[in-house]
Structure formats: structure tokens, C-alpha cells
């Protein structure tokens, strides 16, 4: 019994990532028919890294692979219903920006709107969260908890996709990640693991035109990512796949992390919290001058060091896994304070030196 069910769990992986591969190839023409075109610009709000216009809908070929996949391999449920029609909400607000761009309070409205449907008519709701061994009961905030958490996971993942296959593999590595922890807990057959490895096989489909050089982007849409996130922590929840809001959570620990630099960053600033720029940690990063392929590939290992720490608390040593979090987090202070990701960190001029240099001998 065993054995078949990692077989459907491969196919499952297999199946969505080659029709994602296929279906990615024709959304590039799409978006190069309806003008979906991510075109190079000069100024500060630009936050992508390329020279040449760029076709984007990438995430419309993760959720037709992923679409794909449930019609083989998924099963009817209200909860299903609610995750597909707050997709396709999603899915569409990302479109319409990725043609013409949309105000950010209309797709903030969207993801609202979405969220609001998983939780009222999908049923999916954040009752309590444990966080070492501590637990909080939200009561009669449930429903609004969850809606922001849900709102929350999409804009990490929105800010995340900055590089080419930086979003993409982040998210890949999460899916990774709780397909093993589910696999070890023994919930092959559950929702959150069917729509874990069919989201695995959809991005990584896509992720084979993404990542460096990329031929197309996920634009607006990788906001489908973060929601598919959002959903899967929430069903996680219900059982015992994922033991706490920690866990989850700290499988994308630098990107959580890069959002709120980002959010205190721009409220430093006088800045609106969704105005893109480029101080996040890959933007650090490329000004060290790592090549583009290698930013990406130190943002995917420190992923993967949060995500093997969590599996590590999960099935093996809470206690010592704690530690190392906190390792991994000191650093990430550390390159904080190094960097200009909350405050600009200008060297002092070279008459500055020289002044303060004749202070000291005098």
C-alpha cells in the first residue's frame, strides 16, 4: 500500500512538472499576443534585473499545470471548491496587472476577496497556533487571523520574485520541504500533501524557463504561489502534517525575514509599503557583485538550511534545531547591520577620513 502511494506521489510530481514545461512554452506566445511584456526601465521603482523585454504569465502556467494535475489526480470537496475559485480570483487580478498595471489597494482587494472566500465558504480557518510548546487560541478572531495570513503569504512570495527563478525555487523548496514532513507523518493521502506535490511538480515545470537566463516570468501572478502556500499551512493545521505556525513559517524564513525589511524599510522612508524598490537581500547581494545565477543560488542554500532545520524539529530535536535557528538568524541580523536593507549605509567621504585622521594625531 505503501509503495503505491509514492508511486501516485511521484506521478503527481511527474505529470504536472512536464505539462507545466509544455503549457510555460505556450504562455510565452500568449503573453507576447496580448502584450503581457515585462519591458526594461531606468527608474528606481524597477526592482527586476534585465535588459531586454521579458514575456510574463509564468503564473498562469503554474495553475493551468496545477489545474491539470487536480483533474487527474485530486478529489471534489467544498474545500476544494473554495481553493479553486479563490485561485482563479487571484489568477485573474494577475493578469489584468500584467497587461495593465493594477493600483495596489485593487490587488490587495483581490487577495481579500480571495482569502475571504476560503475562509467563509471553504471552512479553512487558523484556529490556534503552537509556537514552542506555547499555544494561542484566537477564538472569535479566527476568521480575520486567517484572512490576513492568507493576504500575508501572497505578498512574501510577490516580494520574493525579484531575480530570475529566485521566487520559483523559494517556493519549491517549501513544497520540498513539507512533502518530506507529511511523507514521515504519514499523510500521503492527505489534502495538504496532494496539493503540495501537484504545486512541486507545476512550479518547477516552470521554473525550467525561469531560472537564469529566464525566458518568461511568473509577473503578477506568482501571487499564486504564496496563496497555494497560505492554503497548505492552513490544512496543515487541521491535522498534525505541519505541528505549528512555526514550522511553516520558518521553512521560508528568509523571505518572511526580507518582507519586513522591506515593510520597515519603507516606513522609515515615508514610503508606501507595497512601492517596489531595490534594497532586498538579493539586491544586497548582486551589490557585493555575485553574478546573478549566484545571488540566486546563496539565496536558494540559505533556504535550504532553514528548510533542513525545520525538518530536523519536526522529526528529530526541537531543542537543538531551536538552536540553530537562532544561529541562522543572528547571521541575517548580521548581514542586516552590514547592508543597506533597512538603512542606507553610505561610506564616509574621503575628506571625512583624512579630518578625522589630523583629529587623532593632534
Same mark, same amino acid.
Given at each position: 500500500?505503501?509503495?503505491?502511494?509514492?508511486?501516485?506521489?511521484?506521478?503527481?510530481?511527474?505529470?504536472?512538472?512536464?505539462?507545466?514545461?509544455?503549457?510555460?512554452q505556450?504562455?510565452?506566445?500568449?503573453a507576447?499576443?496580448?502584450?503581457?511584456?515585462?519591458?526594461?526601465?531606468?527608474d528606481e521603482?524597477?526592482?527586476?534585473?534585465?535588459?531586454?523585454?521579458?514575456?510574463?504569465?509564468?503564473?498562469?502556467?503554474?495553475?493551468?499545470?496545477?489545474?491539470?494535475?487536480?483533474?487527474?489526480?485530486?478529489?471534489?470537496?467544498?474545500?476544494?471548491?473554495?481553493?479553486?475559485?479563490?485561485?482563479?480570483?487571484?489568477?485573474?487580478?494577475?493578469?489584468?496587472d500584467?497587461?495593465?498595471?493594477?493600483?495596489?489597494?485593487?490587488?490587495?482587494?483581490?487577495?481579500?476577496?480571495?482569502?475571504?472566500?476560503?475562509?467563509?465558504?471553504?471552512?479553512?480557518t487558523?484556529?490556534?497556533?503552537?509556537?514552542?510548546?506555547?499555544?494561542?487560541?484566537?477564538?472569535?478572531?479566527?476568521?480575520?487571523?486567517?484572512?490576513?495570513?492568507?493576504v500575508?503569504?501572497?505578498?512574501?512570495?510577490?516580494?520574493?520574485?525579484?531575480?530570475?527563478g529566485?521566487?520559483?525555487?523559494?517556493?519549491?523548496?517549501?513544497?520540498?520541504?513539507?512533502?518530506?514532513?507529511?511523507?514521515?507523518?504519514?499523510?500521503?493521502?492527505?489534502?495538504?500533501?496532494?496539493l503540495t506535490l501537484?504545486?512541486?511538480?507545476?512550479?518547477?515545470?516552470?521554473?525550467?524557463?525561469?531560472?537564469y537566463?529566464?525566458?518568461?516570468?511568473?509577473?503578477?501572478?506568482?501571487?499564486?504561489?504564496g496563496?497555494?502556500?497560505?492554503?497548505i499551512?492552513?490544512?496543515?493545521?487541521?491535522?498534525t502534517?505541519?505541528?505549528?505556525?512555526?514550522?511553516?513559517?520558518a521553512?521560508?524564513?528568509?523571505?518572511?525575514?526580507?518582507?519586513?525589511?522591506?515593510? /520597515?524599510?519603507?516606513?522609515?522612508?515615508?514610503?508606501?509599503?507595497f512601492?517596489?524598490?531595490?534594497?532586498?537581500?538579493h539586491?544586497?547581494?548582486?551589490?557585493?557583485?555575485?553574478?546573478?545565477?549566484?545571488?540566486?543560488?546563496? /539565496?536558494?542554500?540559505?533556504n535550504?538550511?532553514?528548510?533542513?532545520?525545520?525538518?530536523?524539529?519536526?522529526?528529530?530535536?526541537?531543542?537543538?534545531?531551536?538552536?540553530?535557528?537562532?544561529i541562522l538568524?543572528?547571521i541575517v541580523?548580521?548581514?542586516?547591520?552590514?547592508?543597506?536593507?533597512?538603512?542606507?549605509?553610505?561610506?564616509p567621504?574621503?575628506?571625512?577620513?583624512?579630518?578625522?585622521?589630523l583629529?587623532k594625531?593632534?
Amino acid at each position: 500500500m505503501l509503495d503505491s502511494d509514492i508511486m501516485l506521489s511521484l506521478k503527481m510530481v511527474i505529470v504536472t512538472f512536464i505539462f507545466g514545461i509544455c503549457v510555460t512554452q505556450v504562455m510565452k506566445k500568449v503573453a507576447h499576443h496580448i502584450g503581457a511584456i515585462d519591458i526594461p526601465r531606468s527608474d528606481e521603482g524597477n526592482r527586476h534585473i534585465h535588459k531586454r523585454p521579458i514575456p510574463k504569465l509564468g503564473g498562469v502556467a503554474i495553475f493551468l499545470a496545477f489545474l491539470f494535475g487536480y483533474m487527474l489526480y485530486g478529489q471534489h470537496s467544498i474545500k476544494m471548491n473554495a481553493i479553486l475559485i479563490s485561485s482563479f480570483i487571484i489568477i485573474l487580478t494577475g493578469m489584468v496587472d500584467d497587461i495593465n498595471d493594477l493600483r495596489a489597494s485593487r490587488q490587495l482587494l483581490a487577495q481579500i476577496i480571495a482569502a475571504v472566500i476560503i475562509v467563509f465558504y471553504g471552512k479553512i480557518t487558523l484556529d490556534d497556533i503552537t509556537v514552542f510548546d506555547l499555544t494561542i487560541h484566537f477564538g472569535m478572531f479566527k476568521s480575520l487571523v486567517t484572512i490576513f495570513f492568507i493576504v500575508a503569504c501572497i505578498n512574501i512570495i510577490n516580494f520574493t520574485d525579484g531575480l530570475d527563478g529566485l521566487s520559483g525555487g523559494v517556493t519549491s523548496i517549501f513544497y520540498i520541504t513539507t512533502a518530506i514532513i507529511c511523507f514521515y507523518q504519514g499523510r500521503l493521502g492527505s489534502l495538504e500533501m496532494t496539493l503540495t506535490l501537484l504545486m512541486l511538480g507545476s512550479t518547477m515545470g516552470f521554473l525550467v524557463h525561469n531560472f537564469y537566463p529566464a525566458k518568461i516570468f511568473a509577473g503578477q501572478c506568482s501571487m499564486f504561489m504564496g496563496f497555494m502556500i497560505s492554503i497548505i499551512c492552513l490544512l496543515g493545521f487541521k491535522g498534525t502534517a505541519l505541528t505549528s505556525l512555526f514550522i511553516p513559517l520558518a521553512i521560508l524564513g528568509l523571505p518572511i525575514l526580507d518582507t519586513l525589511f522591506a515593510i /520597515i524599510r519603507r516606513s522609515l522612508k515615508g514610503e508606501p509599503i507595497f512601492k517596489a524598490d531595490k534594497f532586498h537581500i538579493h539586491h544586497q547581494l548582486l551589490g557585493m557583485n555575485f553574478s546573478h545565477p549566484v545571488t540566486v543560488l546563496i /539565496i536558494y542554500f540559505i533556504n535550504i538550511l532553514f528548510a533542513l532545520t525545520s525538518i530536523f524539529y519536526v522529526l528529530k530535536d526541537a531543542k537543538a534545531a531551536t538552536v540553530i535557528y537562532a544561529i541562522l538568524l543572528v547571521i541575517v541580523v548580521w548581514f542586516v547591520c552590514y547592508t543597506n536593507i533597512i538603512t542606507d549605509k553610505k561610506p564616509p567621504h574621503l575628506s571625512e577620513i583624512k579630518e578625522k585622521v589630523l583629529k587623532k594625531k593632534k
